[in-house]
Structures are given as structure tokens and as C-alpha cells.
């Protein structure tokens, strides 16, 4: 089998076996198609890599600038593809199972006050239907905790408003329940007004966030709006849609909720991925501390 075709029957394993996203199915085909490049430069077949060849493989990642951060989702992509090509019986060994990923240090994540979060909602005109939308939008992305598809993918038969809570379709089609506060429901409700006056496309109807061109919104344009809102308000932090979701999961720690509550909410498989919130937490004690601490103070 060629490598083209292997890429190919990879492709379907990933959507039909593990359920991935297809953001998540073209990150792993790309870390792929990385391996094979070296593998073909090499003069090698994929029956013929060792643990010794996977090595040098990340090393050459690394003299070329990557980041460890990068080389450790680049990692994760081969062990997943070599995972596939031992349970197809392609290989008799798995060259990938004893490698070990590269040291990374610990990234907090950025966040946003809560005053800074109403200063960018304070900016939005919701005099037009794409301010109300968009309202609506962030209200929904900070109080429930999404990931941006998450929010793209809602669906009028997921809002359970009268129970006070969302249903969302997460990574790897799992499904959870969310809370979601009275002011994100009301905002919604302020928007719907107009999206019932909106077609959207065959296909798209029971998408509750749409475009002009009455399809699901995209990443993209929620992307969009919250930069330009985020400058209008005069906030220079690096933003993306994933910073109401990470001040979330920080605001509810910062205010005693249990982390395996958090967890929960946010979707996460393991405790781990919910544990870098912990050390958001305790640097913002830090500084409070520091800023309030009567040994502190200045004379």
C-alpha cells in the first residue's frame, strides 16, 4: 500500500473509528504528512522505522525551529497514526509506544477580568442585528464555558432555557449538559427576535447562530468581532474566543467551585487538562498577596 492510500484509510479511522473533528483529523494528517516527507527524504518505507528513526525525526523538528509545545502535538499525531498502523496489523511492532514527549513548561493561559469582559460588551451597537447576535454570542461563550465550534454547532433542540441549561456537542461527539445564566438567556432571546425573521439555508435551519448568508456563523467571524471589539474597548491582551472560556473556568475557581465540577462543565476527558485553572488560581492569589499584604505596602 502506498503512502497516499495509507494517509487515505488513516483519514477514515480517525472519523469513523475515534470520531474526531475534522479540525482535529487535519491537524493529525498534517503532523502525518510531516513524518512522511522525512521518512521519503530518508529513502525509508514505514515498516522500516525504528524508535531511533522517530527520534532523529523530532530532533530535525526541533533544529528547525519548533517549538517543543508544537513538537509534543506533532508526537501525539505519529503515536495516533502508528496506533492505527499496529491495529491494522500493518506493522508487527510499534515503534512510537516508548517515546517520550518533549518537557514543556507550564503556559498559563490568558484571561479576562470580569470588568474587562463588560468593557467589551459595553462597545457592541445593539442597535443592528449583528451587534445583538454577537452579544449574545460572547454573553454565551463566557457564562457556559464553550469552545468557539462548540457555540457554532448550538442547536435550538439543544437549549433547555426553562431547566436553565444547554445541551453541547463536544470533541469526539460527546455530549454534555451546561448551565447557562439567566442574562446569557436573555440576550439570546433579545437576538432571536430577529434570527426568526432570518433564512437560513437547507440544512441550517436549526442552527441558533447564523450569518448574513444563513449559514452556521463561523470560527472565523467570531474570531473577527471579538478582535474588534477587544480593540474598541481598548484591551491590548492577546485575544481569541478561547480567553472566555479559560476566564470562565478561572472565575468559577477564584469563587470556590470544585474543580471536578469544572471539569465537567468545560468537557475536559481528564482532570489534568482542568488542573492548569489550580495554578491560574494560585498565581492570582500571588499577586493578591502581593498587592495587599500589609508587609507589602509601602511606608
Avoid: W
Amino acid at each position: 500500500m502506498n503512502n497516499d492510500l495509507l494517509i487515505q484509510k488513516y483519514k477514515r479511522y480517525l472519523l469513523l473509528e475515534r470520531g474526531l473533528s475534522s479540525n482535529s483529523i487535519s491537524a493529525y494528517l498534517t503532523d502525518v504528512r510531516k513524518l512522511m516527507k522525512f521518512i521519503e527524504e530518508k529513502q525509508l518505507s514505514i515498516k522500516d522505522i525504528t524508535i531511533s528513526e522517530l527520534e532523529e525525526f523530532l530532533a530535525h523538528l526541533y533544529d528547525s525551529g519548533i517549538k517543543a509545545r508544537s513538537i509534543g502535538r506533532v508526537l501525539s499525531g505519529v503515536k495516533s497514526f502508528f496506533d492505527f498502523l499496529f491495529l491494522d496489523d500493518y506493522i508487527q511492532l510499534n515503534p512510537a509506544e516508548l517515546l517520550e514527549s518533549p518537557k514543556i513548561g507550564l503556559k498559563l493561559p490568558v484571561i479576562l477580568s470580569v470588568e474587562e469582559i463588560d468593557k467589551i460588551l459595553s462597545v457592541i451597537d445593539l442597535s443592528t442585528v449583528e451587534g445583538t447576535r454577537n452579544y449574545a454570542i460572547i454573553e454565551t461563550l463566557y457564562s457556559c464555558g464553550l469552545r468557539v465550534s462548540e457555540l457554532s454547532n448550538l442547536k435550538f433542540t439543544n437549549l433547555f432555557f426553562n431547566d436553565g441549561f444547554i445541551r453541547v456537542d463536544g470533541k469526539g461527539s460527546k455530549q454534555r449538559l451546561v448551565p447557562i445564566s439567566d442574562i446569557a438567556i436573555k440576550k439570546i432571546n433579545n437576538y432571536l427576535a430577529y434570527r426568526n425573521l432570518m433564512t437560513a439555508k437547507k440544512g441550517s435551519e436549526d442552527f441558533v447562530f447564523i450569518s448574513k448568508r444563513g449559514t452556521p456563523i463561523s470560527r472565523i467571524t467570531v474570531f473577527y468581532y471579538i478582535k474588534l471589539y477587544t480593540a474598541e474597548a481598548g484591551i491590548t491582551k492577546t485575544i481569541s474566543p478561547h480567553i472566555f472560556r479559560h476566564s470562565f473556568a478561572t472565575h468559577l475557581l477564584e469563587r470556590g467551585a470544585n474543580i471536578r465540577h469544572i471539569q465537567a462543565m468545560l468537557g475536559h476527558e481528564s482532570i489534568t487538562t482542568t488542573e492548569i485553572y489550580t495554578h491560574l488560581d494560585i498565581n492570582f492569589l500571588r499577586q493578591e498577596i502581593i498587592s495587599y499584604h500589609p508587609l507589602n505596602r509601602e511606608d
